[in-house]
């Protein structure tokens, strides 16, 4: 099935089409590069004062790898736009909820936050991260800028999807895990250096501010903008050197058989057996024995099925 056309002005389309052409061939491989480059673009077609880029790591966290908070790694509010965003699996605004999640994550008058899909091993889509752009001023961002600011994370999404699947291929070489820190060394070390990073580029950020030696002032901003560098990059290091878990809640989804996971779905979405039965077209006999079948895979009763597919498999 062919997709509409993308509805932004002629401006706007033309500057998403020279951003298309300056990130495949330049920043394929920088993310970092990647990061500053689309807040660039984004700020072109609206008034963006603040930037964010971050990831889904285990449960309930998200890690900055650029327009990073401290600590970079957070457990994110079940009220703030994270969870709407995971929850709806749609592009968070301001006026969806009169602002209720952007309140809960912070005090900037206006915000759009817009989810990265990747494909899973079922052809189906899931979120793995997310692109915030905020404002100061209230209605910044129109349909216009909603619609290219989804274009741009869908960009970026397929920049990032396409790099980890170069490293998952890499990892079926004999040997290419070798050298490779597990998660549990690996993280404790990211943390700290990501916090030590992040006290100095605000040391640096201070003397900016009162500093008036134009030459400091310029080592000063290359020492910022060094220390965003080496954030983005330990942030990134981190998720990308996690091995492949062979066990956890995506791999028990695939461990069911096609009709299992549609059953699963569905009671992680709140189907009684009824409803199941209605919603498939099958007997309710059919059902429990999938159910039956869905239980014992998981070992778990029906509520922890539930959530372990809500949290982890619809996203």
Partial sequence: ????????????????????????????????????????????????????????????RIRYVYGHE???????????????????????????????????????????????????????????????????????????????????????????????????????????????????NCDPVVEYLASRVAALRRTAEDVLVGGEMTLAAAHLRQVVTSCEEIQSELVGMSMRSEPIPTDGPEQRFLALTPAEQRIALLVADGFTNQRLAQELGISANTVKTHLKNILRKYAMDRAQVAEDIQRHVVR
Wanted: overall charge positive; aromatic content about 10%.
């Fill in 1 to 60: 099935m062919s997709q509409l056309p993308l509805r932004v002005s002629a401006g706007t389309a033309a500057v998403l089409h020279e951003a298309h052409h300056t990130v495949t061939a330049r920043f394929a491989y920088d993310r970092y590069g990647l990061y500053e480059y689309v807040r660039v673009v984004a700020s072109r077609i609206a008034r963006v004062d603040s930037f964010h880029v971050g990831l889904l790591h285990g449960a309930n």
């Fill in 70 to 184: 401290d600590p970079v790694s957070r457990a994110y509010s079940p009220q703030g736009q994270t969870a709407w965003v995971l929850r709806h699996k749609q592009t968070y605004r301001v006026a969806y909820d009169n602002g209720a999640a952007l309140r809960a994550d912070s005090d900037a008058a206006d915000v759009v936050t817009v989810p990265l899909f990747r494909r899973d091993r079922t052809g189906g889509r899931r979120i793995f991260g997310m692109l915030s752009m905020y404002c100061s001023v209230p209605d910044a961002f129109d349909d216009n800028a909603v619609h290219a600011f989804e274009w741009l994370a869908g960009l970026v999404g397929r920049v990032l999807a396409r790099h980890q699947e170069d490293l998952e291929a890499l990892r079926l070489l004999p040997g290419a895990g070798l050298g490779v820190l597990p998660s549990r």
